[in-house]
């Protein structure tokens, strides 16, 4: 699909990848941008072209708050499932309300928004979803471990729900990242990828027809590792300081 002329919707919008994906969709020529959070009034509009973007409130954890969106958005022809939580909870000692949290945010959040924005995208002709996955989809880290687990899932869930919208036309396209530029990432000091990076290389996916995007080294390295014993990557990832 062409991104000039599409009219999307960005969860997680108020910062970050989020906030990202909102200008690059303006500036590759969007239609209309809906730009959704809890709080869409921390939704900085300030350098944006505001006629075409629409602020709503959205909790994608709650079912029925992405039924109540997709109506007010029946004109969605792109789906960006961007919003997501990290914990910093372990799977052992970890609290296991948080556990259930990143689950409840990264796997059955984003599944509410593609249950509720299929027959939209259906009936507008297909159109797509973009998911926003991680390099640590494939890896586990100490001091993450909650989010690894929420992010395999989500990958999951994107490689199912791909092959259930295939008859109807929707593209679904899993990003995958090393570290982000974003509040998330704040307390690293290893190497960043500039937001509207991330949001460039996922939409050129889109184009191009992609069922997966690696953004960065870091994340096709990550995946190569996966066809072999994991021992090796572990030791390596071991001695990395993050």
Do not use: C
């Not at 009219?7 to 239609?31: E, K, M, P, Q």
């Not at 709650?62 to 969605?76: C, G, K, L, N, T």
């Not at 022809?77 to 799977?91: H, I």
Request: proline fraction near 3%.
């Amino acid at each position: 699909m062409e991104i000039n002329g599409s009219i999307a919707l960005v969860t997680g919008a108020n910062r970050g990848l989020g906030r990202a994906f909102t200008s690059h969709l303006l500036d590759r020529g969007a239609a209309k941008v809906y730009a959704t959070a809890r709080r869409p009034q921390e939704i900085d509009l300030d350098g944006l072209d505001a006629s075409r973007v629409e602020r709503l409130a959205l909790d994608i954890t709650d079912p029925a708050a992405a039924s109540r969106v997709a109506e007010s958005a029946p004109d969605v022809t792109l789906l960006v499932n961007n919003a997501g939580s990290n914990t910093w909870q372990d799977m052992v000692a970890g609290d296991l309300d948080q556990i259930r949290f990143e689950l409840e945010t990264h796997l059955f959040g984003s599944l509410n928004m593609v249950r509720a924005f299929a027959p939209v995208l259906g009936g507008n002709g297909g159109g797509a979803v973009v998911n926003v996955l991680s390099a640590m989809s494939w890896f586990a880290h100490p001091g993450a471990n909650a989010y690894h687990v929420a992010k395999a899932a989500a990958w999951a869930m994107v490689n199912s729900v791909r092959l259930e919208l295939a008859d109807q036309g929707t593209l679904v396209t899993g990003v995958h990242l090393g570290l982000a530029d974003t509040d998330m990432s704040a307390g690293f000091d290893s190497a960043k990828l500039a937001p509207v990076e991330v949001a460039r290389a996922a939409l050129d996916g889109v184009e191009a027809g992609a069922w997966e995007v690696l953004v960065d080294d870091w994340s096709r390295s990550v995946k190569a590792a996966l066809a072999a014993d994991p021992r090796p990557f572990y030791e390596a990832l071991a001695a990395t300081t993050f």
